[in-house]
């Protein structure tokens, strides 16, 4: 659909007619005449100077923003839960405002001085005043609001939800959420189109592109991509052209390999209806874009103003490049020079609205750079945000991000791959012990121990991982490790590795450390729904026997000394099995949010979970309930967390004294 291109599309089509007719010269056949040439090169100018501005400020989302006068940033410190401006003039920054739980998007209104924070833990968008540095309003938004884009004249605002997958429309003169509408599964990138009649936004886990018609608030168009394509977080457009650029990777599960499993990649999208059929997805495999240097986990795009360069970052290896952006819907972009090393784990890129400047968010170098727009000098860097909480945990973060020695080799794969932020990547693997889906990390500290089977006691295991086929790193601990044998348990969990180096204590630090959060299926901190309740009574009742495994305050039985309490419940039938049938029980809580279920993903929702993956009564007695008490059942699961569980158990690993809680921001009143 598109329209909102239509008029350039067509005059772009114009001009390349009437040059090839021109090129041709005579017997040529079809030959444009030279006012269709005019006319096409006048429609593109005009659709040049009506668009431009859209693509300066607030029209994508990212951690970084900027007025569409240059003279100031904004920047999300997510660790910190912190949000920072800066006076690009100066290259100065002011002091951090305490806004909450994870920020992960920033736009400004209009050209300031106010600005927009989505704050993803807290549900919240926080508006800030530039010029008092301060919190002027808040409001409450549905849940984990992402991304934020607003309207040229900073009169409406849209929020991109990653869970369920939703956007929010806030009139912003008013300071009141006007509507929110579903639009997919797990939205996080958002932008918005020049003639602002359209939204364009993102599918976490699948890398879809869905054209969002703003009027009516439905889905009206869709670019879906490979089965492959995974994690895209931002969506970029064009200034002049009907082009949609996508930063995501490529999930292949039926590899394992530091070589073959997962892919960056960057998508190009037609927004324009094209005749036959024809294809208006493309992808360019950006592993080789820079011949022998890989690069890994591209997080974000920004294009130049005048829509010539493209600059793509990559937060696994700490690259960055720019490209030409070709006019040729196929190739698509050319490089210029090789990737540039950056800083550490860049995940926010803005251009200056002269594009003369470049600036990078580096977020474990808490600090923006700032380079020309060649990127040939860095001009300066900004310190932004103050290291949150300590060493350790902070090391911990750089090593689970990155893909470089001493992780991994091949430069293609880092933790955070598969486990972004502690998600999951929604996958299931064929690994060679069978297919194991991707879990979450959220509360890993609390639920020792670990992988499916129980085969590893502690994260420092994950050695093995980091020296094995998939990362092919050189590790972080001294000395040999017990060689594993075949697929029984053993190797890993007589191998102590814990104390043996920093590095691998600090990975295990941050690897323990992701909290859990309140679920959006209850009606208030503490509180179930009817229905929840209902399905509560049935989860504890002694006929289910749910209760029997799924136990304590992070409903699990597991522990995290042997020996080791593991479960037959009928899943391990799979061919390809190699150390079923018995598997660790998984903890419920934000099981909401992690489908699919069981250890190879064989439920595709928690209704399947008690209904045909359990066919024998082998995962909690379930056969006899009636629909309704499954429904009731349902809600009750959806609900966990409803109230948060302790943050010390007998089976917690030492993790939290590591962490230090951010500032809460003052209270603001009516909020």
Excluded at 81 to 88: A, S
Excluded at 164 to 171: L, N
Excluded at 563 to 577: A, C, N, Q, S, Y
Excluded at 636 to 652: A, C, D, M, R, V
Aim: charged residues 25%; proline residues 8%; contains cysteine.
């Amino acid at each position: 659909m598109a329209v909102d291109y239509s008029m350039a599309w067509i005059g772009r089509k114009l001009w390349r007619g009437g040059c090839r007719a021109n090129r041709h010269g005579p017997g040529a056949s079809n030959l444009q005449p030279r006012w269709a040439t005019m006319i096409a090169r006048f429609l593109i100018a005009w659709f040049t100077l009506g668009s431009s501005v859209a693509a300066l400020a607030g029209s994508s989302n990212s951690l970084l923003d900027i007025t569409p006068d240059g003279t100031r940033l904004i920047v999300a410190n997510t660790d910190s839960g912190t949000v920072t401006i800066v006076n690009t003039t100066s290259q100065a920054a002011a002091d951090e405002i305490a806004v909450g739980d994870h920020p992960e998007g920033t736009a400004w209104i209009g050209n300031g001085p106010l600005a927009l924070v989505t704050v993803y833990g807290d549900d919240l968008v926080r508006i800030i005043d530039a010029d008092s540095n301060k919190i002027v309003h808040t409001l409450r938004v549905p849940d984990e609001p992402y991304g934020i884009v607003t309207t040229r004249d900073g009169r409406i605002a849209y929020v991109s939800h990653d869970y369920p997958g939703a956007i929010s429309e806030i009139d912003l003169a008013a300071k009141k959420l006007l509507r929110t509408f579903t639009v997919g599964n797990r939205i996080r990138g958002i932008a918005l189109s020049a003639d602002e009649k359209m939204l364009y936004v993102t599918e976490f886990f699948t890398a879809t592109l869905l054209g969002v018609d703003r009027k009516s608030g439905t889905v009206v168009d869709r670019w879906e991509g490979h089965s492959t394509d995974n994690l895209s977080r931002h969506v970029v457009l064009h200034p002049t052209r009907p082009k949609a650029y996508l930063s995501h990777i490529r999930s292949r599960v039926n590899h394992f390999d530091a070589r073959g499993s997962i892919f960056p990649q960057l998508s190009f999208c037609d927004l324009w209806e094209k005749p036959g059929g024809e294809k208006r997805r493309r992808s360019l495999a950006l592993d080789t874009f820079n011949t022998i240097h890989v690069v890994t986990n591209p997080w974000e795009a920004a294009i130049s103003p005048d829509g010539s360069k493209i600059y793509t970052i990559y937060a696994g290896t700490n690259d960055m490049n720019v490209s030409r952006v070709l006019d040729d819907d196929y190739q698509e972009i050319d490089r210029i020079g090789s990737a540039v090393s950056v800083g550490k784990h860049p995940r926010a890129i803005r251009v200056s609205p002269d594009g003369q400047r470049v600036y990078i968010y580096n977020t474990l170098d808490y600090a923006i750079a700032v380079y020309d727009a060649e990127m040939r000098r860095k001009l300066a860097t900004i310190p932004v945000a103050t290291p949150p909480h300590t060493p350790e945990w902070r090391r911990g973060k750089e090593l689970f991000q990155t893909a470089l020695q001493p992780m991994g080799s091949a430069r293609w794969i880092a933790c955070s791959s598969c486990h972004p932020d502690g998600l999951t990547d929604g996958r299931v693997w064929q690994n060679p012990e069978g297919n194991r889906k991707t879990p979450n990390l959220f509360g890993l500290a609390h639920t020792h121990p670990l992988h499916w089977s129980a085969d590893r006691d502690e994260v420092q295991d994950f050695e093995y991982t980091i020296r094995g086929k998939l990362m092919r790193g050189r590790g972080l601990a001294p000395g040999p490790l017990t060689p594993r044998l075949g697929f029984a348990p053993g190797a890993e969990l007589n191998e102590k590795l814990s104390g043996r180096s920093a590095d691998l204590d600090a990975l295990a630090i941050y690897t323990n450390s992701f909290p859990l959060r309140l679920s959006p299926h209850i009606p208030e901190p503490g509180k179930l729904s009817a229905e929840a309740e209902r399905g509560k009574a049935i989860f504890f009742s002694a006929e289910t026997k749910c209760a029997t495994c799924h136990t304590g305050p992070y409903y699990t039985d597991g522990k995290k000394t042997p020996p080791f309490i593991l479960h037959d419940v009928g899943t391990g039938d799979d061919p390809r099995e190699k150390m079923g049938p018995k598997y660790d029980t998984p903890t419920l809580l934000g099981v909401y949010r992690s489908p699919p279920y069981m250890h190879d993903g064989r439920a595709k929702t928690l209704h399947d979970v008690l209904t045909t993956a359990n066919p024998a009564d082998r995962h909690g007695k379930t056969s006899h309930l009636k629909p309704s008490e499954i429904d009731d059942l349902v809600a009750f699961l959806k609900s966990l967390p409803y109230e948060l569980p302790p943050t010390h158990t007998p089976n917690t690993v030492p993790h939290f004294l590591h962490l230090k809680p951010t500032v809460k921001p003052v209270a603001i009143p009516g909020e």
